[in-house]
């Protein structure tokens, strides 16, 4: 795998890749680059829930109202708006830090040291005492989460050739779902295993709250720590593309390289086919995220229990979507990107369908099984071609930038329309839904399509 590569990966580097073996496809999911990736998967995935769902968990036990939890959970906001600041990522050097480690490591570390600080700063204050540390650490490592997330895009794109994207899609996406189980059920499980018992209280009589500040120190300690693992992997790692930036004369110069040509460059080098690609980026995960925001409640509706939604969908559906990630990425170096971003494309509508058969079949915990065996294989094999294509479109000068824009704009669409999917629901029920949010991924299948025959991306 090439991790230095000396000119901007672009749709024509991956036309002339010789076809690999599958040994060699399976072979690269070892090699150095992709065991970094992981790693660093796991560094951006750890901070997403502790600032969110493990969070709002903690507050609610701390006895904080609702109502509040809800209002904090807008510090989430910063991943939205990445985008603003990414520009600053890409161009501005880190004072002796960016000479010493290069542009993408040394704004990895910083945000990375970032995330510790916010953590232990969550770890110490107390929420029955004063929320306001506890905010403003929270929104400390969300804003530093997004930017390591920002530097991470960047540092996956220029660490390898188009071609390759798929397996570091793959590798990062394990690093990143196993760092979200962590965060998630790990946190709650060493806070658990941290509780003081009844019996065991300091003094016999003494009713103690459900809250223990100790134990929830321990636990997000104990995530701090966690995020070593990021910080070794880019001390240890190598800058993968050193670009020479173009020195700026003045302010606006600088400004206008910063905030005018990433954007430039992409309507430069696509013209009017930017239009079909915004479209397409724009759309292309449009089946699922609708549908799945109506997958919990549906759930619900039909009677299956907390426990079984959360180890059927929760555990193991997130296995089955790094299965469909590695088996994603492998296709992708195998067949090209585009013929597996229109296979993703496909089983993502398809799997819908079968939620409308689960719909009228009733309660049955192994068709439940079965449904959600198809849904994450189909989005795992989507997501890793669909980030190997975004990575592909960039221009590693502006890679930061450019890959937030997109990162940032595939999900605007299918939000918004998501919003009113539970009206839907209510006036025609989840059969006619889920067909219906099937029937939105036939605009993708074409939009997949036109782009393979105007702007190849394999043979």
């Given at each position: 795998m090439n991790t230095s590569p000396a000119s901007s990966p672009s749709p024509a580097d991956d036309s002339v890749t010789v076809r690999q073996t599958w040994r060699e496809v399976w072979r690269s999911y070892l090699e150095p680059a992709s065991l970094r990736m992981f790693a660093l998967g796991f560094s951006a995935g750890l901070p997403l829930l502790l600032v969110l769902g493990t969070l709002s968990f903690r507050l609610r036990e701390a006895g904080i109202d609702r109502a509040t939890i809800g209002y904090l959970s807008w510090v989430g906001l910063a991943y939205a708006f990445k985008w603003c600041w990414a520009p600053l990522v890409d161009r501005l050097p880190i004072p002796l830090l960016t000479q010493a480690l290069g542009r993408r490591r040394s704004w990895l570390l910083v945000s990375?040291?970032?995330?510790?600080?916010?953590?232990?700063?969550?770890?110490?204050?107390?929420?029955?005492?004063?929320?306001?540390?506890?905010?403003?650490?929270?929104?400390?490592?969300?804003?530093?989460?997004?930017?390591?997330?920002?530097?991470?895009?960047?540092?996956?794109?220029?660490?390898?050739?188009?071609?390759?994207?798929?397996?570091?899609?793959?590798?990062?996406?394990?690093?990143?779902?196993?760092?979200?189980?962590?965060?998630?059920?790990?946190?709650?499980?060493?806070?658990?295993?941290?509780?003081?018992?009844?019996?065991?209280?300091?003094?016999?009589?003494?009713?103690?709250?459900?809250?223990?500040?100790?134990?929830?120190?321990?636990?997000?300690?104990?995530?701090?720590?966690?995020?070593l693992l990021g910080v070794l992997t880019v001390l240890f790692s190598r800058e993968p593309f050193r670009a020479a930036l173009p020195p700026a004369r003045n302010l606006v110069e600088w400004l206008r390289g910063a905030l005018v040509e990433p954007f430039a460059d992409f309507l430069g080098r696509y013209r009017w086919q930017a239009v079909l690609i915004l479209a397409l980026i724009g759309t292309y995960r449009i089946s699922d995220v609708v549908m799945g925001i109506m997958a919990n409640p549906f759930y619900v509706d039909m009677g299956y229990t907390k426990d079984q939604v959360a180890s059927v969908t929760k555990v193991y559906g997130v296995i089955m979507t790094l299965a469909g990630a590695f088996v994603g990425g492998a296709l992708t170096v195998r067949f090209g990107i585009y013929r597996i971003l229109m296979l993703g494309a496909a089983l993502s509508a398809l799997t819908n369908l079968l939620f409308a058969w689960l719909a009228g079949h009733g309660h049955d915990l192994t068709a439940l099984i079965a449904v959600i065996s198809a849904d994450n294989l189909s989005a795992g094999i989507a997501s890793a071609a669909f980030i190997a294509y975004l990575s592909g479109l960039t221009n590693v000068q502006y890679s930061a930038t450019q890959y937030a824009l997109f990162s940032s704009m595939m999900l605007l669409a299918p939000k918004w329309l998501a919003g009113f999917s539970g009206v839907v629901v209510d006036a025609v029920g989840y059969t006619v839904f889920f067909n219906g949010t099937a029937l939105l991924g036939l605009p993708v299948l074409l939009l997949v399509w036109v782009s393979m025959r105007k702007m190849p991306l394999s043979a």
């Open positions: 990375q040291l970032a995330i510790v600080g916010g953590l232990v700063g969550m770890a110490l204050a107390d929420p029955r005492q004063t929320l306001g540390p506890v905010v403003w650490c929270a929104l400390l490592v969300a804003v530093a989460s997004a930017t390591q997330d920002i530097a991470l895009d960047a540092f996956r794109i220029e660490s390898a050739d188009t071609r390759h994207q798929g397996v570091l899609a793959a590798t990062y996406q394990t690093g990143y779902r196993l760092a979200m189980i962590w965060a998630g059920a790990g946190v709650l499980w060493v806070a658990a295993w941290a509780e003081v018992s009844p019996a065991a209280a300091p003094a016999a009589g003494v009713i103690r709250a459900a809250y223990q500040q100790s134990a929830w120190q321990l636990a997000y300690l104990v995530m701090a720590a966690s995020m």
